[in-house]
């Protein structure tokens, strides 16, 4: 079959061997850097492990020069690229299956590490060997699962030891074919390949017994990495928004909780770093709390790429090569091992030396219970994600945590931590009272505000539960949510007001809290106050969607909507429906053009919501799908009945006019269909023409029921029948979501104050490594 | 140590305690189908491979109808009374999340699988 194919070309082949070589030198030169460092030989590590950032970053150049050049004899191009694809999708399929996802990894705890390396100070020693022992592991993993492997049939077939290129690739999963496909995996892989810096530098600090010097140096790159994993949250949250077509944001997947364990940790270590800088404290725990994110993050990568959670997470990935896995399951156990030998040396060690912290106070201790909670609720994401698998190892029945439980559980440490929020930025470090009439001012903001908002929802029928009213706990507990959140925004809000009233303009921190806290705010209102309906629309029947007093929509569906399905445009990946949406109460329209196209590939309907965005509230309009039948063909023999639909079908007897393999016999068959006490009989027939062709004429039933005979089976008078509409219809969804755009505003400011709070770390820390330099000019060797 | 750090301690020991608890009594176990089909009206979670072709919308009450071959191939007629989920038609998979009764499963809840595995052949 494959005769006809061409060669693949030689420069594809050079390329793809290429970078499985650049793979083996990367782990070379790191084995090299590592061993180079303990035997004291710096000067000799330091481009060892330049060189093998180089390498991964050039293993990383090679897949997508592979992926551009459309070499479809690579396993991996041709599973996740085609011909007919945008060239910024063929590019992002670089990280869009399993081995190119961790190879991102690889290249971005690389790139990370060799940029923070020379930042480390005394550090680096241990810093490269640890950084270089992981990323031993992770290009490990690519040498077992590479994404420079030849398909293998073609690898069988191959002749002579000529392998041939397929025409075209299998083609990228539709699903990601969106431009947060682009940007997303990058700015998350950024947060997650930051973590391995984290890592190793928490390390070192162990091995040097110095958990002094380490911790202003770290504090911007921590700082970095937290709002990288912040950032990516949110944009996975907004992808699977504006994508998948449910109307929501988080659902506590297990690939999700993968990316917020890390990031709740990460935040705890940013606050337990701010207490060391500024009160002493917490130095032991700040070498385990900076362990921590990259163990977890390794964890949660085994427990998702493995096939441990195959049949829990929505996001399935291919079966993990067995070497490949067992590199991953070593590499989890020695992280681990690491983390607790790094916890035992922190808490234990005599010779640490711990600096001295000043006394107390209600600011610190207001920060250590903050960092409890939320760290609660990183363990409690880790604990319901790892429920399958713990029972698994016990050999307990399985079981999986469901979103609602999720919530019900992770709301009594949100409350908390909200409130904390609030009020400690208000506490002062000596023991004295609060400034409590400032933070009373914040409280008496926040009440208004929730009073604001919520007389607002309800002015606009925006109610939690259409027609239910809820338990009195339940709803003490939702507007303790919205208020609690509404306090943390207010409280930073004016902290960082007085910050820039008194021209210190060192409003990172309280930006942050307040864009967490407008994020969560529109999770919250967007997800528990949104209305939904769905209806059935035709382009001789309009969809009406009746969302809430004063919120009744109109879809009316263009009338030449099929005339693409006539050429092949339909196949067209930018192939949009078009919707006139009236809202009753006030006559105004607007367009509605959902993306809906024919995926050859999968032979299936490929939509995509599309979202109308004001600033109080999304329309979200999703086409869940083409309806053309009742159901699947019936197949009945004389005197058979079966149900389909609400039509209760009856085959009486088969009839013939005729005589068979002449043309123009008629066969048919002849139905009694009943449905809600209505009787008709009807005799759908098929008919053989002068040109040999069948013909299945279409018996109308009862206005809506379109009865075809499909055929009849002469020696056994079985008929297939098939049950269609007489128009085929589109099943769709309309969402009201009150206040979505807070999600996207919170997103911004919280980015905004990461990287004012960065930029001030950096300065700081530059400072520092001056200082330093100045006592001792040779601190790296 | 001091007492403020004991009753601390006690706390978080106490509400770790109580939020695995909260997981674990909560949670839905996972079952094959036939499993499934001999515990009636226990809610259960059943992943399997969608058969498309049994696929079918009553559009009078809405109700959706499909089987689900779980991993033994045994077949569970699934009923889910909130239409077509989204996304249906693309996904290879699907977990189902509700109880057996009179029949056939009757979902609560449908989650489906993003297909990024292929298998088709690259020779065409």
Redesign the interface.
């Given at each position: 079959?494959?005769d006809h194919?061409p060669l693949a070309p030689q420069w594809g082949l050079t390329v793809g061997l290429l970078g499985k070589g650049l793979i083996f030198a990367a782990i070379t030169f790191y084995a090299l850097a590592a061993l180079m460092w303990l035997l004291g030989r710096g000067k000799l590590a330091k481009p060892a492990f330049w060189l093998a950032t180089v390498c991964t970053v050039g293993a990383m150049a090679a897949l997508i020069s592979l992926l551009m050049g459309k070499q479809?004899?690579f396993?991996y191009v041709?599973?996740n690229t085609q011909n007919d694809m945008p060239e910024v999708y063929r590019f992002s399929a670089a990280w869009?299956?399993q081995e190119g996802s961790f190879l991102l990894w690889a290249m971005m705890s690389a790139v990370f590490a060799a940029l923070a390396a020379p930042f480390t100070g005394p550090d680096r020693r241990w810093f490269t060997v640890i950084a270089s022992s992981a990323l031993i592991f992770m290009l490990a993993i690519l040498a077992y699962e590479s994404p420079f492997k030849i398909?293998p049939?073609?690898l069988e077939?191959a002749i002579a030891g000529k392998i041939v290129m397929?025409?075209d690739?299998?083609?990228l999963?539709?699903?990601?074919m969106n431009y947060w496909m682009a940007i997303h995996p990058w700015v998350i892989f950024i947060g997650f390949g930051s973590l391995l810096t984290l890592f190793a530098w928490a390390g070192s600090a162990a091995c040097r017994r110095d958990p002094k010097s380490w911790v202003p140096r770290a504090r911007p790159w921590a700082l970095f990495s937290m709002t990288f994993l912040g950032l990516g949250l949110t944009m996975g949250g907004l992808w699977a928004y504006e994508t998948?077509?449910?109307g929501g944001f988080w659902a506590w997947d297990p690939v999700e909780n993968v990316s917020l364990v890390p990031f709740l940790a990460a935040v705890v270590l940013i606050h337990g770093m701010y207490l060391q800088s500024n009160r002493g404290a917490w130095s032991r725990w700040n070498i385990f709390l900076a362990l921590l994110p990259f163990a977890w993050f390794v964890y949660g990568t085994y427990l998702t790429r493995s096939g441990a959670l195959v049949?829990?997470?929505?996001?399935?990935?291919?079966e993990m090569n067995q070497g490949a896995h067992g590199v991953l399951l070593a590499m989890v156990s020695l992280v681990w091992l690491a983390t607790i030998a790094g916890a035992i040396v922190a808490f234990t060690c005599r010779r640490l030396a711990v600096p001295e912290a000043k006394p107390e106070s209600p600011r610190a201790t207001g920060m250590g219970?903050g960092m409890?909670v939320l760290y609660?609720i990183a363990?409690?994401a880790a604990?319901?994600m790892s429920?399958?698998f713990f029972a698994s190892m016990l050999k307990a029945?399985?079981?999986?945590?469901?979103e609602a439980?999720y919530n019900?559980?992770v709301v009594w440490?949100f409350v908390p931590a909200m409130l904390l929020m609030a009020v400690v930025p208000f506490l002062g470090w000596a023991r004295k009272p609060a400034r409590s009439n400032a933070l009373a001012n914040a409280l008496l903001l926040s009440v208004a505000l929730t009073g604001a908002v919520t007389g607002w929802l309800v002015v606009n029928g925006m109610t939690i539960h259409d027609g239910e009213k809820l338990p009195f706990l339940q709803l003490m507990i939702f507007f303790s949510l919205v208020w609690v959140t509404l306090f943390a925004i207010s409280g930073n809000l004016l902290r960082a007001f007085e910050r820039v009233r008194a021209k210190t303009w060192n409003i990172g921190p309280y930006m942050t809290h307040a864009g967490v806290s407008t994020l969560l705010l529109g999770l919250i209102i967007s997800r528990a106050f949104e209305k939904v309906d769905?209806s059935?629309v035709s382009s001789n029947q309009p969809a009406t969607f009746n969302l809430a007093p004063g919120k009744t929509y109109i879809a009316m569906l263009d009338e030449n909507w099929m005339e693409p399905f006539l050429t092949e445009s339909i196949a067209d990946p930018n192939h949009r429906l078009h919707f006139t949406m009236l809202h009753i109460d006030d006559a105004k329209q607007a367009q509605f053009n959902p993306i809906f196209y024919f995926?050859q590939r999968?032979s299936?309907?490929?939509?995509r919501?599309e979202i109308m965005r004001r600033p109080l509230y999304d329309l979200y309009f999703?086409v869940?799908?083409l309806?053309v039948?009742?159901?699947?063909p019936l197949s009945l023999e004389p005197g058979d009945s079966k149900m389909?639909?609400?039509f209760n079908v009856k085959f009486v007897k088969p009839t013939m006019t005729g005589e068979p393999g002449q043309p123009g016999t008629t066969f048919g068959a002849e139905l009694e269909i009943e449905r809600e006490g209505t009787t008709a009989m009807v005799t759908p027939t098929m008919e053989l023409d002068e040109q040999g062709r069948v013909n299945r004429p279409i018996t109308r039933v009862f206005d809506?029921l379109n009865v075809v005979l499909e055929g009849l089976d002469a020696t056994t008078k079985t008929a297939t029948v098939s049950l269609n509409?007489p128009e085929p219809?589109f099943?769709t969804?309309l969402f009201y979501k009150p206040l979505t755009i807070l999600v996207w505003i919170g997103t911004g400011m919280m980015t905004f104050g990461g990287f004012i709070t960065i930029n001030r770390r950096r300065k700081d820390a530059k400072q520092l490594r001056a200082e330093a330099d100045a006592t001792d000019p040779t601190p790296e060797s | 140590m001091k007492p403020g750090a004991i009753i601390?301690a006690t706390a978080?020991v106490a509400?770790?305690g109580v939020?695995?608890f909260?997981?674990?009594a909560?949670?839905?176990?996972?079952?094959s189908a036939k499993e499934a089909q001999s515990t009636p009206g226990r809610n259960v979670?059943v992943?399997g491979e969608i058969l498309h072709?049994?696929?079918?919308?009553?559009?009078?009450?809405?109700h959706f109808?499909f089987e689900l071959a779980d991993d033994h191939g045994t077949r569970l007629p699934v009923e889910y009374h909130n239409?077509?989920?989204?996304?249906?038609?693309?996904a290879?998979?699907a977990?189902v999340?509700g109880a057996y009764d009179d029949g056939r499963f009757v979902a609560t809840?449908i989650?489906?699988?993003?297909?990024?595995?292929?298998e088709?052949?690259?020779?065409?």
């Open positions: 079959m494959q194919l479809y004899a396993q041709w599973r869009a299956a398909h049939e073609l077939s397929p025409p690739g299998n083609g999963n539709p699903t990601l998948l077509g449910w049949n829990v997470s929505v996001h399935s990935f291919a219970i409890f609660s363990l409690m604990f319901g429920l399958p029945e399985s079981k999986i945590v469901e439980r019900q559980i440490a769905d059935l995926n999968d299936n309907f490929v939509v919501p999703y869940r799908s309806l039948t009742y159901g699947e389909l639909a609400g809506d509409l219809m099943s969804e | 601390a978080a509400g770790i939020s695995i909260a997981f674990v909560g949670a839905t176990p996972y079952v979670h992943a072709q049994t696929a079918r919308l009553d559009l009078r009450t809405g109808y239409g077509k989920p989204g996304n249906f038609d693309s290879p998979k977990s999340i809840q989650k489906t699988q993003c297909p990024s595995k292929y088709s052949s690259p020779k065409g």
